[in-house]
């Protein structure tokens, strides 16, 4: 893949960003250090396309792109120096940021809950209340035990009335479509790709209840950084922001294109499944506050809610600093029909 790191580049970059970057002023073409979540997918369409345009080289960045291995694990990369930037589930970040790392929210790309009660049409589960007198698979170690509960509590269902089946997490297709329960947690982007792609191969109505659409706040994927590279090169970040959503919508105004991009970068994607997680990324990334704020604006009162509701499950205190809207433009962007009437048709 174009730009990825290997593992010796990232440690030279780790004792580089310890010695510190010179100021921007200083340095044209500085080399920016961007690590995600995961594997690559059509939700990172908008770094691509960023990169592409020559969004990031007409600010003096020099972007490269590393894979990630976890939230938890790019968000210690970013907290140590080693990266700049660091593409993290919102909700890990707010805790590692509650449990004393410097780190900073600074833009969000899944501004809907990602999380969804997830079931065969036959089974009969319409409303959140129906998972109860059910079952669901799930590992045990999964973020979505810790979650659950709360989100129980949230839509008035009774946890004792559902039971859960505990098993490996690569277990958890095979185990859904054999029809061994009733529901599983879906994700997306993430999860529910390969689910939706199956299913419409085997025939299969597949029903989601999407958290968001019950009062659950919280955001997915978005963008970190360390607290010092805030204060040290506010515009290096400012001008990451901007071009990194820049690209995200060249993509909602040219989704064939950017998902043309994605996939030169990474021919190892497969098309449909990228494809899905580019319509998932876009769909979330258009929220009302958006459209009205700019792209990546996080909303106080959804920060609100899933600050104090990480902080209550995970023992915290509630920071204070865990977010900006600061680097946020305001900046319109048109939505082709064929994306919008596409997007409506989601399941």
Request: aromatic share 10%; charged share 20%; glycine share 10%.
């Amino acid at each position: 893949m174009k730009k990825i790191l290997c593992a010796v580049l990232a440690a030279l970059a780790g004792v580089a960003f310890s010695l510190g970057f010179p100021s921007y002023s200083e340095a044209q073409g500085k080399r920016v250090l961007v690590q995600f979540a995961w594997v690559v997918g059509g939700l990172h369409a908008g770094f691509f396309v960023a990169q592409e345009k020559g969004y990031y080289a007409s600010k003096g960045l020099d972007v490269s792109i590393s894979r990630g291995f976890g939230s938890g694990d790019t968000a210690k990369v970013v907290a140590t120096g080693k990266a700049h930037f660091g593409e993290v589930n919102l909700p890990t970040a707010i805790i590692s940021r509650g449990k004393g790392m410097p780190l900073t929210n600074i833009g969000v790309i899944i501004g809907k809950a990602p999380e969804s009660f997830l079931s065969f049409a036959e089974k009969g589960i319409r409303k959140p209340k129906d998972v109860e007198g059910k079952s669901f698979a799930e590992a045990t170690g999964a973020a979505i035990m810790v979650t659950w509960p709360a989100f129980a509590k949230l839509a008035g269902i009774d946890i004792n009335k559902v039971t859960h089946i505990p098993i490996e997490a690569a277990a958890k297709p095979a185990v859904f479509f054999s029809g061994q329960v009733d529901w599983v947690a879906g994700f997306r982007p993430g999860f529910d790709e390969p689910v939706i792609l199956r299913a419409r191969k085997e025939g299969k109505k597949l029903v989601f209840l999407r958290w968001e659409d019950y009062g659950w706040k919280v955001y997915g994927n978005g963008l970190v950084t360390h607290q010092d590279v805030l204060k040290r090169d506010p515009k290096m970040v400012a001008d990451f922001v901007g071009a990194t959503m820049a690209g995200y919508a060249y993509a909602i105004e040219h989704p064939e294109e950017a998902l043309n991009i994605t996939l030169k970068d990474n021919p190892e994607l497969d098309r449909e499944t990228a494809r899905l997680s580019l319509l998932f990324a876009l769909d979330a990334i258009m929220t009302s506050a958006s459209k009205e704020k700019g792209l990546g604006y996080m909303e106080p009162d959804r920060m609100a809610f899933q600050t104090k509701l990480m902080s209550d499950l995970m023992n915290f205190a509630p920071p204070k600093d865990a977010y900006t809207n600061q680097f946020i433009q305001r900046k319109a962007f048109k939505v082709p029909p064929a994306l919008a009437a596409e997007l409506a048709k989601l399941p």
